[in-house]
């Protein structure tokens, strides 16, 4: 397997991880969908796995850089902390009489579209190891 491999399965697994987180918060928002002055609470984790990308992919670039047009122009700079997952509160949704802004319509949405994206994960990993294992098994049979 080479470094780009490696790479790649690093990088499905630390996703595979914050869908894991991802669907846990999900749960809790629907357990949670009676209690009192509840917000819903989701996790956002796109700008930590672009992180985790150009970590382990340092050669090549992967980002445009800003032009500065003018010297009095601001300098651009992303001072964001991109080593973690941001915990958010999803608001926007009406509160109920009791506080709580939990919409089950919403949160069973975001659930099966993190189910769905889980699966493509688990699948794109399983084929990259079938196609290891096929190129093993075709080696061993010309020997």
């Known amino acids: 397997m080479g ?3 490696y ?3 690093d990088l499905v697994a630390s996703a595979l991880d914050y869908r894991s987180i991802r669907q846990d918060m999900i749960s809790s928002n629907i357990a949670n969908a009676d209690t009192p002055f509840y917000r819903p609470r989701d996790i956002s984790f796109g700008d930590t796995l672009a992180a985790k990308q150009a970590e382990l992919y340092k050669n090549e670039k992967t980002t445009l850089d800003l032009a500065q047009t003018n010297s009095a122009h601001m ?3 992303n001072e964001k902390d991109m080593s973690k997952a941001t915990m958010f509160y999803r608001d926007g949704h009406m509160a109920r009489n009791d506080g ?3 919409d089950l319509d919403v949160e069973t949405t975001e659930m099966s579209k993190n189910s769905i994206m889980f699966n493509a994960l688990v699948n794109a990993d399983k084929k990259l190891s079938m196609m290891y294992k096929s190129v093993i098994d075709s080696s061993s049979k010309v020997s």
């Open 100 to 102: 709580n802004s939990v």
């Open 7 to 9: 790479n790649t399965r």
């Open 3 to 5: 470094i780009q491999e």
């Open 75 to 77: 300098p651009f700079n």
